[in-house]
């Protein structure tokens, strides 16, 4: 059984290790609810989300969970103040969504035109599933 997860661009940026297709990776999982994602990605894409990967203190009492990347995918979307805000927050735009798939993630991305790279979707699976044993870790 594949996995759908979101890695927020900046927690790779910060502390995270790169990764990419046919890794073994352990990973903190959390539940999501796709609404947080769907201005991001679109409702549809959002709705495919399970989790999330934290190592930034919301993963207490979440043990690390060993999974095997199968692919990659860079998300980007418009960002702009909302029309009448009285704030100078800025918001992703629903429908702006460009997908990029990549060899290896790194917390960077290629600047795509119009667009802010926001972070990844990951397809992968549990390394239990993997056949034959566990892949080597991208870069070692």
Same mark, same amino acid.
């Given at each position: 059984m594949t996995l759908t997860i979101?890695?927020? +661009?900046? =927690?790779? =940026?910060?502390? $995270? *290790?790169?990764?990419?297709?046919g +890794?073994?990776?352990?990973?903190?999982?959390? #539940?999501? +609810?796709? *609404?947080?994602?769907?201005d991001m990605v679109g409702g549809e894409r959002a709705a495919r989300i399970d989790f999330c990967e934290e190592?930034?203190? &919301?993963? #207490?009492?979440?043990?690390?969970? &060993?999974? *095997?990347?199968?692919?990659v995918d860079e998300a980007h979307c418009h960002? *702009?103040?909302? #029309? $009448?805000?009285?704030?100078?927050?800025?918001?992703?735009?629903p429908g702006t969504t460009v997908l990029?798939?990549? #060899?290896?993630? +790194?917390?960077?991305?290629?600047?795509q035109p119009g667009v802010r790279f926001v972070g990844y979707l990951v397809t992968a699976r &549990?390394?239990?599933d993997v056949p034959g044993g566990a892949a080597t870790r991208h870069g070692q």
């Open positions: 979101w890695v927020d +661009d900046w =927690q790779i =940026q910060c502390c $995270g *290790e790169s990764f990419a297709p +890794d073994v990776v352990s990973w903190t999982l959390l #539940e999501v +609810d796709p *609404e947080d994602y769907a190592h930034h203190g &919301r993963d #207490e009492g979440h043990a690390p969970v &060993r999974l *095997e990347v199968l692919s960002y *702009e103040v909302p #029309e $009448g805000s009285t704030s100078n927050i800025y918001h992703p735009v990029v798939p990549i #060899e290896a993630a +790194d917390g960077w991305a290629k600047a &549990r390394a239990t």
